[in-house]
């Protein structure tokens, strides 16, 4: 009989170390410290504030100088740009603008999520876990630090 309960022991341990070793080989991992980077695929959200989009009077355009960063390493990416917009008219001008530029082919509409607020910025980046996500805000790069794999300071260069 305890022969028998041993066995048994023995097999569900081995369940168990097998279970965790698949869960660990499935989820990639992201260093503490040293270079990261973020896997080539899934999900690449964008803030999509004044740097991307800027507004000259009533007209927003995209800058296309940060155009040719996303592009480079978007990889095979998916594109989520998440912008700024107080109001619905402002939301839909952005949405044009997006359309009209060389985002226009990547980016559909539905993709161009509208926030008024950084901490709803923070929660839909949180929500759609992308694999990276570039920003612009310092407190919003430090609010999602260990919530999403890689945050990048977005430039113009």
């Known amino acids: 009989m305890i022969l028998g309960e041993t066995i048994v022991a023995?097999?569900?341990?081995?369940?168990?170390?097998?279970?965790?070793?698949?869960?660990?080989?499935?989820?990639?991992?992201?260093?503490?410290?040293?270079?990261?980077?973020a896997p080539v695929s899934g999900w690449m959200t964008v803030a999509a504030d004044e740097h991307l989009i800027h507004r000259d009077g009533d007209e927003y355009f995209?800058?296309?100088?940060?155009?040719?960063?996303?592009?480079?390493?978007?990889?095979?990416?998916?594109?989520?740009?998440?912008?700024t917009a107080l109001s619905d008219e402002e939301g839909s001008k952005i949405k044009q603008a997006v359309a009209q530029s060389a985002l226009g082919n990547l980016v559909p509409g539905h993709r161009v999520i509208l926030s008024e607020?950084?901490?709803?910025?923070?929660?839909?980046?949180?929500?759609?876990?992308p694999s990276v996500h570039y920003e612009v805000s310092p407190s919003i790069m430090?609010?999602?630090?260990?919530?999403?794999?890689?945050?990048?300071?977005?430039t113009t260069r």
């Open 62 to 83: 995209v800058n296309n100088s940060v155009v040719e960063t996303i592009l480079k390493a978007r990889q095979d990416r998916n594109l989520i740009l998440i912008a």
């Open 142 to 154: 430090a609010a999602l630090q260990g919530k999403v794999p890689l945050v990048v300071t977005l």
């Open 10 to 37: 023995a097999v569900l341990t081995l369940l168990v170390v097998v279970a965790a070793l698949y869960w660990m080989w499935l989820i990639p991992t992201t260093p503490a410290t040293g270079s990261q980077q």
């Open 117 to 129: 607020k950084e901490e709803g910025r923070i929660s839909i980046v949180r929500q759609l876990q």
